[in-house]
């Protein structure tokens, strides 16, 4: 890259794209700074969003995040709608053209919605779980279609709120995300504490007369005053689909982050290559790693190493909360450390084919870099 760095546009307002931002100050870039984030709302926690944002007795800000330092300027409710990479210039839905030296793709991903027209509730923004704490707070009978972290996650919102909650699942909740011996520990604790689950090989969100209902693989319909999807993602790509950058609808970036000259890339939005292969990884730690080493890639290019981050996932569901370093999901049963598993409260660890650790605290308390040793090699 020739031009020379003193515009530098960052699309994205979230924990990538702030991220970003304090990285190019702290690596003294002291140009212009322009971010666009599509939601109105300053940077916030995202993780609090499905944890203690959805405890009726919490004040409303848990998910709040320290005044961003930056000095950037910030168009916030203003979504970019296309990319001309070779001009350098991102388009905005008003219309209007910014123009940069560097631009940095932090456009995260959005809620998958049913196509429906009855009310269903997703949960992905502030304003999506300051309704959805609104919708629980009369205690309704809930289903909840998704048996991953975040269905997961609501779902206990809801149980914790007073509501009578059914979950319904294609699998096992949480076995995808964390593989069998885990998932029964959080299952296990769900239904203690009053989670209905609902095993099927199918499900959709249906409108009975302006209702939503789930349907099941079988026929059987599954209703309630408050029906809630956490069914996955999108990532928000559409804005780039004439630019160039995509392959095979996809963004795609380098160990870096860098994804064409003078363009990075971090956070949902964006598959990351690595030892691995290509893969999104749609987790709070890896956005602020990934914008960390893009950030510093759009400044110093090849002199920044490709990104080497071990992996951390983190729960809090059913008084149940579950860290882990190292690869997910998990097989077999585990090496157990300290405690007891079948008393929710132990310190785990798998040890995988090649080798590699992955070390987990469920109801343990551990500091993160502890647990991150527990991975390593005797």
């Not at 991102?90 to 009855?118: H, K, N, Q």
């Not at 059914?166 to 520990?185: E, I, K």
């Not at 309630?224 to 999807?229: L, P, Q």
Request: contains cysteine.
């Amino acid at each position: 890259m020739t031009t020379a760095l003193r515009r530098i546009v960052v699309v994205g307002n979230g924990i990538a794209g702030l991220t970003a931002c304090d990285t190019l100050r702290a690596e003294g870039f002291d140009g212009e700074i322009t971010v666009v984030g599509a939601e109105r709302h300053a940077p916030y926690s995202r993780p609090a969003l499905s944890k203690a944002l959805l405890k009726l007795g919490d004040e409303l800000g848990a998910h709040e995040l320290p005044p961003a330092t930056h000095e950037a300027m910030e168009l916030l409710g203003v979504s970019a709608t296309g990319l001309d990479v070779g001009a350098r210039r991102v388009t905005l839905d008003s219309g209007d053209e910014l123009p940069y030296d560097g631009l940095v793709i932090a456009s995260g991903a959005r809620a998958r919605r049913p196509d429906v027209e009855a009310p269903v509730l997703t949960l992905r923004e502030l304003d999506d779980a300051i309704a959805l704490r609104a919708a629980l707070s009369g205690c309704p009978e809930v289903v909840v279609l998704g048996g991953g972290v975040l269905g997961m996650e609501i779902a206990s919102g809801a149980v914790a709120a007073g509501c009578r909650v059914t979950l319904v699942a294609t699998a096992a909740p949480m076995s995808r995300q964390l593989g069998g011996f885990l998932a029964g520990m959080v299952e296990r604790a769900a239904i203690a504490r009053g989670l209905r689950i609902v095993t099927t090989p199918s499900a959709s969100i249906v409108d009975r007369g302006g209702r939503a209902a789930v349907a099941l693989a079988d026929g059987t319909l599954v209703e309630a005053d408050v029906v809630a999807s956490a069914t996955g993602d999108h990532a928000n790509v559409e804005w780039l689909s004439a630019s160039g950058v995509l392959s095979d609808g996809a963004l795609v970036a380098d160990g870096r982050g860098r994804v064409g000259d003078g363009v990075v890339a971090a956070g949902d939005v964006a598959h990351w290559r690595g030892a691995s292969g290509v893969r999104r990884i749609p987790l709070w730690t890896s956005a602020i790693e990934q914008a960390k080493t893009a950030a510093r890639a759009l400044l110093r290019e090849d002199d920044v190493p490709d990104l080497d981050f071990q992996s951390y996932f983190w729960t809090e569901q059913f008084d149940l909360a579950v860290k882990a370093v190292g690869d997910l999901p998990l097989v077999g049963a585990p090496e157990v450390i300290e405690g007891d598993p079948s008393a929710e409260s132990a310190l785990l660890r798998w040890t995988h084919a090649d080798g590699s650790r992955t070390a987990v605290a469920a109801n343990w308390r551990i500091p993160i870099p502890k647990l991150r040793r527990l991975t390593l090699a005797a």
